[in-house]
């Protein structure tokens, strides 16, 4: 076994009830999107007492992100950058559990508190071996991942991928269908564009009764979504994968009452920038086209949400090798494409990044849940795993020419 990875696995071992507490005081203490003053502070703290160098990102709503600096020997060298996210959702928290969310409607449940306590513990890691490497680590603390536009694009604006060293970016994300002590990778593209749209629809109010007298927005509505599904079904090219959802309709009328206008919501997803660009053309001319031909109209609001991830094959293939030899090559899995979206994406335009899951399920345990639901958890061991890993990685990378 390399001696160096026999170090950063004992140096995890050892710091692995640290960094669990770490992780339990995020989770305790959640703050949504663009909002993570106290998480920020916590965090920078943290890195001061560890006497690693940061800086604040000041510049609009992405005032909260952070990044701080591990430097080796020859620090201009080369730069390897690592990135966790910090904001929680709106979610009111089911769990029971010593460290629950005390600040009620708020909850860390896309595993955003496991990935700053984890990057946290990295750094802690590299700066104990700041001696044995040449070049500069950056380590990204992000703001509002899960809020367009997100941090990333701020974090991004506000120059943190400047440095002419910086040759390549690691981020990771929890994985409950994924066994704790494993990882997956995918090269290529991984997760799809995510845009918002919002539909207003308008029409004649009336007595419910009386229909030929208004005209119907809710029905309108009705032919609206079920045409737009053509979207997806005749005319996305059946290679480029593809979802149209819509999740909210809202029709403030009453069993005996045609309302004046219904207000829907979804999401257009896909992994094709050309196709989204012209998808989004389509589901406006037929969205207001229905509408006008039953005598009502129709506002699309399409807001651009983040791009397709793309990992960088070399990258991700060399990180699949290093998990290899840190973990053992029976914990490291291929993962399928994934539909969900992560501004993490915005990186992987700018940089050559690697994007890779970070298993925390436990059936034993009952830790089953998915993201973005009240009881949602992990098995703390994969902190261990996942701070020991991304040290890994960053100092693999720097090795190479």
């Not at 997100?150 to 991928?161: P, V, W």
Request: glycine fraction near 8%.
């Amino acid at each position: 076994m390399d001696l160096l990875s026999d170090r950063i696995k004992k140096i995890a071992g050892g710091i692995s009830a640290e960094v669990i507490s770490f992780r339990r005081h995020l989770h305790q203490n959640p703050e949504l999107s663009f909002k993570e003053f106290k998480t920020s502070e916590f965090i920078a703290q943290t890195l001061l007492n560890k006497k690693i160098e940061i800086e604040y990102i000041k510049e609009g709503i992405a005032q909260t992100g952070l990044v701080a600096y591990i430097k080796g020997k020859n620090p201009g060298k080369k730069m390897i950058a690592l990135r966790a996210d910090m904001d929680a959702l709106p979610i009111i928290e089911q769990n029971v559990i010593d460290y629950k969310s005390i600040n009620e409607g708020v909850m860390h449940a896309c595993g955003h508190d496991v990935h700053s306590s984890s990057l946290l513990g990295t750094a802690i890691i590299l700066n104990e071996l700041k001696d044995q490497f040449e070049g500069t680590i950056k380590l990204v603390f992000q703001p509002g991942e899960e809020l367009i536009p997100g941090g990333a694009s701020l974090m991004i604006k506000a120059g943190i991928l400047k440095e002419k060293s910086l040759k390549s970016m690691f981020g990771q994300h929890v994985a409950p269908q994924i066994e704790v002590g494993k990882v997956g990778f995918r090269s290529g593209i991984y997760m799809a564009s995510a845009d918002e749209i919002y539909l207003t629809v308008k029409g004649k109010g009336g007595h419910a009764a009386m229909p030929d007298n208004a005209v119907d927005p809710v029905l309108i509505t009705a032919h609206i979504i079920i045409a737009l599904q053509q979207v997806v079904s005749r005319n996305a090219n059946p290679k480029i994968p593809t979802v149209l959802s819509f999740g909210k309709v809202i029709a403030e009328g009453a069993t005996n009452i045609i309302p004046n206008e219904v207000k829907v919501a979804g999401t257009f997803r896909t992994l094709n920038e050309e196709w989204r660009s012209e998808a989004k053309k389509r589901i406006t001319k037929i969205a207001t086209g229905i509408a006008e031909s039953m005598g009502g109209t129709c506002d699309v609001n399409i807001l651009d949400g983040y791009p397709y991830l793309e990992n960088n094959p070399l990258l991700t293939d060399r990180a699949k090798v290093y998990a290899k030899e840190f973990l053992g090559e029976e914990n490291v899995v291929d993962l399928d494409i994934w539909m969900a979206s992560e501004d993490f994406a915005y990186y992987t335009h700018h940089v050559d990044s690697c994007f890779y899951r970070l298993g925390v399920r436990n059936e034993t345990l009952g830790i089953t849940s998915g993201v973005h639901t009240p009881t949602f958890n992990v098995d703390e061991k994969a902190l261990e795993v996942g701070s020991g890993l991304m040290a890994w990685l960053a100092l693999k990378e720097l090795e190479i020419k």
